[in-house]
């Protein structure tokens, strides 16, 4: 079974190239969200090593001092790997995890559905949601995402599917049909479980997959907002993605950390038309692994402009 999500994605590629050389099926037969899983489904780890010699890149001997366990660094636009290491490993992801759940809400909820924060939600209790507190899903969306809070995780798990169970089946499903296959959910929020597990290799194309979704996209780039309660309370939220308020150009996504996990984060940028995502895991630190997601997104820029510098000399 561990293999079917692969042979899944490689199957709708396969079918798609035939289809196209015979000249049966036009691009405007392909449904966004086809056209989103077969864009971030391709992955060269070829052509970058055609047009530059990375070792040479500015940056390039400071990654190996990262104290990261995992990464991938990846061109959005081409799928071109930049830098990785251990990216195809099994790692615990932490509340990288609520991407995931961020995008499920998204494509099974309503977002103007009222939520309230109930007993059977209310887990973790180290989150700004509080017992009896009612938000609407969309500004529930927002302060999970930007503050990393694991009971409003459980509340839209339970919205979207009628219980938690039930939802953490859909994110199996879901994370198969991306062909994620060292992924297994087990919760909606990322805290310590055996049993809820990634690859950096993974959680890039569950980032890539998100971030073409607008309204995910939005929620995640957004770096403070008054979170409104359907009461007339609000929540200052900050997001606690520090690249957001400190990296030019950054647009998302999220932050993750237990101890079983380390310090994670997924994150994205774009400058001068390049657009890059990542994924780090196991960072020593607090602030280690924003320094070290930066070191790797401005190597990865430079990485891609004598890329694109090189290769409009040779053709």
């Known amino acids: 079974m561990k293999h079917i999500g692969t042979i899944f994605v490689t199957w709708m590629l396969l079918?798609?190239?035939?289809?196209?050389?015979s000249g049966q099926r036009e691009d405007s037969d392909i449904t966004p969200e086809q056209a989103r899983l077969m864009a971030v489904s391709h992955i060269d780890s070829t052509s970058l090593m055609m047009f530059v010699n990375t070792d040479t890149v500015q940056g390039r001997t400071k990654l190996d001092s990262l104290s990261a366990d995992a990464w991938m660094l990846v061109d959005d636009s081409t799928g071109i790997i930049i830098s990785q290491k251990n990216a195809l490993e099994r790692r615990y992801m932490a509340?990288?995890?609520?991407?995931?759940?961020?995008?499920?809400?998204?494509?099974?909820?309503?977002?103007?559905?009222?939520?309230?924060?109930?007993?059977?939600?209310?887990?973790?209790?180290?989150?700004?949601?509080?017992?009896?507190?009612?938000?609407?899903?969309?500004?529930?969306?927002?302060?999970?995402?930007?503050?990393?809070?694991?009971?409003?995780?459980?509340?839209?798990?339970?919205?979207?599917a009628g219980d938690t169970l039930q939802f953490y089946d859909m994110m199996n499903r879901k994370a198969m049909?991306?062909?994620?296959?060292?992924?297994?959910?087990?919760?909606?929020?990322?805290?310590?479980?055996d049993n809820n597990f990634s690859s950096a290799a993974d959680l890039i194309k569950l980032a890539r997959y998100c971030m073409r979704d607008s309204a995910f996209a939005v929620i995640v780039g957004t770096a403070e907002k008054n979170i409104p309660l359907t009461d007339g309370r609000y929540l200052a939220c900050r997001n606690s993605n520090a690249l957001l308020h400190t990296y030019e150009g950054c647009t998302g996504i999220k932050t993750g950390y237990t101890r079983q996990a380390g310090y994670c984060l997924a994150s994205s940028a774009t400058?001068?038309?390049?657009?890059l995502t990542l994924v780090l895991?196991?960072?020593?630190?607090?602030?280690?692994?924003?320094?070290?997601?930066?070191?790797?997104?401005?190597?990865?820029?430079?990485v891609m402009q004598a890329y694109y510098q090189t290769k409009s000399i040779v053709h």
């Open 15 to 21: 079918l798609f190239v035939a289809s196209c050389r």
């Open 95 to 160: 509340s990288i995890t609520k991407m995931m759940t961020c995008l499920l809400a998204l494509e099974n909820g309503r977002l103007a559905d009222s939520i309230e924060i109930t007993s059977d939600v209310f887990i973790n209790k180290d989150s700004r949601v509080r017992l009896g507190d009612e938000y609407l899903m969309n500004d529930l969306l927002y302060e999970m995402m930007m503050i990393s809070d694991n009971d409003a995780a459980y509340a839209l798990a339970k919205q979207v």
């Open 177 to 193: 049909y991306l062909g994620m296959d060292s992924t297994h959910f087990a919760n909606p929020n990322g805290m310590p479980n």
């Open 271 to 275: 400058r001068s038309g390049i657009s």
């Open 281 to 302: 895991l196991n960072s020593r630190t607090f602030k280690s692994r924003f320094i070290e997601s930066a070191a790797l997104l401005d190597y990865g820029f430079r």
